[in-house]
């Protein structure tokens, strides 16, 4: 048990099926050269380790291997854990896209676990599903994880992340957590710049205050996305899209979050800087300018987006 698999280089993946027999598990190994002979192995087992069980599941074995080693990490269910890295600013229909798109070996429908708002309900009783609530991470999963465990996770991470004092500072600002979450999922597809975030939130906040509308384009993307209608292009008659997200139409902020924000945006959305702009414009290279008066803000985009539409002619 403590003697070298006969394969000595490299790594090798094998599956142990469910209701495998410890004899069937040991000639398994043997057939792939990770122990010397399975009657050993099965021995062993059966004098030493019986009866916990050996169990099912997706291992990966650095070679050579000691029968040892892997009877123990079947005993412990050491599985191999497959990596998902989740970016910010998905929606979660998105995040069911990048899963198809990676084949990653899950079970059942994420987008149908994505609607299991008892997950959320203390914390944000009118959700429809868990937009907002998923949050960006690299997460590892063994292989045929359930999607209704994965989205759990997910959402166990974003409450880590959402804690005591997060709810008190949203309760200082007398915003419901749903409202500090759609706020900061505006800031997560506005900037990916961590420095310009609480200036993208101050802005939002000061219109809020003043009861501008917030302009924001990106919401207006998310309605066109919820109508199956987004090509990639946002045009100007666009703006006139009647849907509760378009925040060129309706003032306050849309009914929910338009994706699942990072904790930089969360942050920012709770602590925004202390200043008084009112209006921001895309430099077009991931940065922005920030003005308080129109005035300053149209010369801005003088500069800035009508010399690019003049460069893109």
């Known amino acids: 048990m403590n003697s070298p698999s006969p394969a000595r280089t490299g790594t090798i993946v094998i599956t142990i099926e469910k209701g495998l027999s410890p004899k069937g598990i040991a000639r398994l190994l043997k057939d792939n050269q990770l122990i010397r002979q399975s009657f050993t ?61 990676r084949n990653y070996p899950l079970t059942g429908s994420f987008v149908e676990a994505c609607r299991a708002t008892s997950l959320i309900a203390d914390l944000d009783p009118e959700a429809p599903n868990l937009e ?28 880590k992340n959402f804690g005591q004092q997060e709810r008190e500072r949203a309760r200082v600002l007398k915003m419901s957590i749903r409202q500090v979450i759609t706020l900061a999922s505006l800031i997560e597809k506005e900037t990916g710049q961590p420095e310009e975030k609480p200036l993208i939130s101050a802005v939002f906040h000061n219109r809020l205050r003043l009861k501008m509308k917030l302009d924001c384009d990106p919401t207006i ?93």
């Not at 609530?133 to 989205?151: K, N």
């Not at 045009?235 to 006139?240: G, T, V």
């Open 41 to 101: 192995f099965e021995l062993a087992y059966s004098l030493y380790y019986y009866p916990h069980s050996l169990k099912a599941g997706e291992y990966q074995f650095s070679l050579p291997a000691i029968p040892r080693k892997i009877m123990l990490d079947l005993i412990s269910g050491r599985v191999l854990l497959h990596p998902l890295t989740i970016p910010e600013g998905l929606t979660y229909l998105e995040i069911s896209e990048l899963l198809a798109a």
């Open 221 to 313: 993307i998310y309605a066109l996305k919820l109508q199956n209608r987004f090509d990639g292009n946002l045009r100007r008659a666009d703006k006139n899209l009647n849907s509760p997200y378009n925040t060129y139409l309706y003032t306050g902020l849309p009914p929910g979050p338009i994706c699942n924000p990072g904790r930089n945006s969360i942050q920012a959305a709770l602590y925004p800087a202390d200043v008084d702009y009112l209006y921001f414009v895309s430099k077009n290279d991931g940065s922005h300018v920030f003005n308080r008066s129109y005035a300053e803000h149209l010369l801005a985009v003088k500069k800035f987006q009508l010399k690019n539409h003049r460069q893109l002619r």
């Open 132 to 159: 907002g609530y998923l949050f960006p991470d690299t997460y590892y999963f063994a292989r045929g994880v359930r999607a209704e465990d994965m989205v759990k996770t997910m959402v166990e991470e974003f409450r």
